[in-house]
């Protein structure tokens, strides 16, 4: 599967974003999803990740201000960020997500581009 992720951009502290995350074909309700996201020097970590079941996980830094959701018909994964903090800062991408007992959900590896947002003043 072919993954774009898009919406970044400049914003400042406090404001919002929406990021989506366009796959091609026509399977992607059999997907598990999950938004990555990788700042300047530092290690690529998880953000959110949703279920082909609907099911919604999030990282601490940013529960409560993000919501990520997704939309069979349009193949389509979104991340509303709310709330934004200059720590937000850093490239974010999107990927379809393995399960396996021992590892829980982790990326396939298929990433695609990734949008850069930045939150500063």
């Known amino acids: 599967v072919q993954l774009q992720a898009s919406g970044g951009g400049l914003v400042q502290p406090g404001g919002s974003l929406r990021l989506s995350c366009a796959t091609s074909?026509?399977?992607?309700?059999?997907?598990?999803m999950g938004w990555y996201r990788q700042a300047p020097g530092k290690q690529r970590e998880l953000v959110a990740h949703?279920?082909?079941?609907?099911?919604?996980t999030y990282s601490d830094s940013v529960k409560g201000r993000f919501t990520i959701s997704r939309d069979n018909a349009k193949n389509t994964m979104y991340l509303q960020m709310n709330s934004l903090k200059p720590d937000d800062t850093a490239v974010y991408y999107c990927?379809?997500?393995?399960?396996?007992?021992?590892?829980?959900?982790?990326?396939?590896?298929?990433w695609g581009q990734g949008t850069l947002v930045t939150v500063s003043s």
């Open positions: 074909g026509n399977i992607f309700s059999l997907y598990h």
């Open positions: 990927d379809t997500l393995l399960y396996s007992r021992g590892r829980g959900y982790y990326p396939s590896g298929s």
């Open positions: 949703i279920t082909t079941g609907g099911g919604t």
